[in-house]
């Protein structure tokens, strides 16, 4: 039912980079929750429990998979919403899908063989993002890896390409050419604007360009929209520059739809 209703109608995958605590999830689920009610379209839940590629060895991971999933699950429960998260090892696909709806493979491991296939036979949907490193024509061998496994239910995810050093840049011919592969195409409008290892030992970016990124990925077709938002992104535990607040929620995603 979730994935039908992707495919029919602009989607948006919306949270907090991190699971910093349950009272955020909770504060940013609610707002989650009510543009989906109101403005009648598909909304997931999105938030990692652990931060795998951190930078820095110093840097907060999350709390966690065991954890993690719990407060997944009260966030669940509370707002009726669907849930996803990302995953970074074929042993945390079975355990994960037992909460979410969507696993989200990381970009950095879009071509793990055993990931995606363990993703895949949970039955759940799979979100593969995009690597920097590859085209989105390159993209038809990771789904054909989840297809070959027993799943139908792909989402592909563009989120930029590397350029130069510290930099990501965007070719929205990625999307035409993901979507030419049947699958419902999401725009990662958050994590496109980062600058890698930019702001010394971290991820730096600059969350001025998330609604143009938006706007430019809707003018090349894309289905969904994924977007991490914070109520204080600058005192966010992870990418904080690239988060949408969310107080301005609602004037990003309007032209989308």
């Keep these: 039912m979730l994935f039908e209703q992707m495919q029919s109608k602009p989607f948006f995958i919306l949270g907090p980079c991190v699971m910093e605590n349950q009272e955020l999830l909770y504060q940013v689920a609610e707002q989650v929750a009510r543009v989906g009610e109101q403005y009648q379209v598909p909304v997931i839940f999105k938030s990692s429990f652990d931060k795998a590629n951190r930078t820095s060895i110093h840097s907060y991971r999350g709390p966690g998979i065991e954890k993690g999933l719990e407060m997944l699950q009260k966030v669940k429960d509370r707002f009726n919403l669907p849930v996803t998260t990302d995953i970074h090892e074929s042993s945390q696909a079975a355990i994960a899908a037992q909460v979410v709806d969507i696993l989200q493979i990381p970009a950095f491991l879009c071509r793990q063989t055993d990931l995606l296939v363990a993703a895949a ?123 949408v607040k969310l107080q301005d929620l609602d004037r990003v995603i309007q032209p989308l739809i």
């Design 121 to 243: 036979e949970t039955g759940k949907i799979v979100n593969v993002k995009k690597a920097q490193f590859l085209s989105g024509q390159d993209m038809f061998y990771p789904a054909q890896k989840v297809i070959e496994a027993g799943n139908k239910q792909i989402i592909l995810t563009e989120r930029g390409n590397m350029y130069g050093y510290n930099n990501l840049a965007v070719d929205f011919r990625n999307i035409y050419d993901m979507k030419a592969f049947g699958y419902p195409v999401c725009m990662d409008c958050t994590h496109s604007v980062q600058r890698p290892g930019g702001a010394g030992g971290k991820t730096g970016g600059d969350r001025t360009f998330v609604p143009m990124m938006a706007l430019a990925a809707k003018a090349f077709g894309a289905n969904g929209y994924f977007m991490e938002i914070h109520p204080d992104p600058d005192n966010a535990l992870s990418d904080g520059p690239n988060m």
